[in-house]
């Protein structure tokens, strides 16, 4: 079923993936879910943030890692994108059999309004 509409947060509920146009272009499409699989995982995770972003990007199905911040030190915060069989489950398995400490992990929404933004730019002001 094919749904329009600039109400991002109704978006959010009800849609499994947006496309975003933009005079008549298309910018982008973006899965919020799949199947009740998490697209987005945010973990915080004991060890070396590098060798935890290594490890974390050898994980089949794992197609971006972000690193957020230093939670405390030797701490760090990430952010996965998921697909293609990599579960939460997998992810922690990995992370343990590494010798990391995986001390959270999260489902982490999409942000409808901050894709928007990133792949139409900010607002233009209105003229003075």
């Known amino acids: 079923m094919?749904?329009?509409s600039h109400i991002l947060s109704e978006m959010e509920r009800?849609?499994?993936?947006v496309a975003v146009l933009l005079a008549g272009r298309l910018l982008g499409v973006h899965r919020l879910r799949a199947?009740?699989?998490?697209?987005?995982?945010?973990?915080?995770?004991?060890g070396p943030v590098e060798a935890v972003r290594a490890r974390l990007?050898?994980?089949p199905g794992v197609s971006a890692v972000a690193?957020?911040?230093?939670?405390?030190?030797g701490v760090g915060?990430?952010?996965?994108?998921?697909?293609?069989?990599?579960?939460?489950?997998?992810?922690?398995?990995?992370?343990?059999?590494?010798?990391?400490?995986l001390l959270e992990m999260t489902a982490a929404p999409?942000?409808?309004?901050?894709?928007?933004?990133?792949?139409?730019?900010?607002?233009p002001e209105a003229p003075r």
């Open 57 to 59: 990007q050898e994980i």
């Open 14 to 17: 009800v849609a499994d993936r």
């Open 110 to 123: 999409v942000d409808l309004e901050a894709l928007f933004l990133g792949l139409t730019g900010p607002a």
């Open 35 to 46: 199947d009740g699989v998490d697209e987005r995982l945010q973990l915080r995770v004991r």
């Open 77 to 101: 915060r990430y952010v996965l994108e998921t697909g293609g069989g990599a579960s939460a489950d997998r992810v922690a398995a990995s992370l343990v059999t590494a010798g990391f400490g």
């Open 67 to 73: 690193v957020e911040s230093e939670a405390a030190p």
């Open 2 to 4: 094919l749904v329009t």
